[in-house]
């Protein structure tokens, strides 16, 4: 079946640590997303990417970096620069630039303990 | 500041009953409007959207309304039932944001049995 895959689904990772995130869709998408989900908030965005090896930052990427070496494949790494990591993370894609629906995975629960 | 805001963080209904989900926008360039359904430790799930050429958008028992003049869209479930009970999320686009969607800090609608 064809959709969005993120992993782990929850992570522990120690103060000082970077830690990534995997994403991989099978949906032969052009564009995708990184989302955090905080309590009592929307989701912001952290980067983006509209084609192979182009990304962009978002609204909060600092302390975030991304790469995109293949079309399925959208890492996200939460570096130590992150000053207050411990979030739900969301994935997502999209089949074209410009408006339209995103499509999401099921999300990553990180804790910085 | 705030381009998509929706006011209520949460909604009781009971089953049966219509529910009514709000959301305001500052941005008058936003084109196209979504709704988006997400439970808890899940990634979001479109429901329904509209473009801003239109005022009223129906799927089943989901209908979306938009008023440009006042820069408000709502959506409506009739009826509820209690699987509808979840957050739902409003989001914005516009032509060249390169699908970058805004998204509202979210309503938690509950409907009661």
């Known amino acids: 079946d064809g959709g969005i895959t993120q992993s782990p689904k929850y992570l522990f990772r120690k103060e000082g640590q970077n830690v990534t995130l995997s994403c991989e869709q099978n949906?032969?998408?052009?564009?995708m997303y990184w989302y955090r989900q905080d309590p009592g908030q929307g989701l912001r965005l952290i980067y983006y990417s509209q084609i192979v090896n182009d990304f962009q930052k978002g609204d909060i990427a600092e302390g975030y970096s991304v790469s995109r070496e293949k079309k399925e494949s959208f890492p996200l790494t939460v570096t130590s620069a992150q000053k207050n990591p411990t979030a739900f993370y969301l994935c997502?894609?999209?089949?074209?630039?410009?408006?339209?629906?995103?499509?999401f995975g099921e999300g990553s629960r990180l804790t910085v303990l | 500041d705030q381009q998509v805001k929706q006011n209520s963080p949460s909604l009781s209904v009971q089953e049966g009953r219509i529910s009514i989900l709000n959301c305001d926008y500052t941005n008058s360039m936003f084109d196209y409007f979504l709704w988006y359904k997400k439970y808890p430790a899940e990634g979001p799930t479109f429901l329904i959207s509209i473009s801003s050429i239109k005022d009223k958008n129906e799927d089943g028992r989901f209908t979306v309304f938009l008023n440009k003049s006042a820069k408000h869209l709502s959506l409506h479930i009739v009826p509820s039932q209690p699987g509808d009970s979840a957050v739902y999320f409003c989001?914005?686009?516009?032509?060249?944001?390169?699908?970058?969607?805004?998204f509202g800090k979210g309503t938690k609608l509950s409907v009661k049995p």
């Open positions: 989001a914005a686009s516009f032509s060249g944001s390169q699908g970058n969607l805004i």
């Open positions: 949906l032969n998408h052009d564009a």
């Open positions: 997502a894609s999209t089949i074209a630039r410009g408006a339209g629906e995103l499509f």
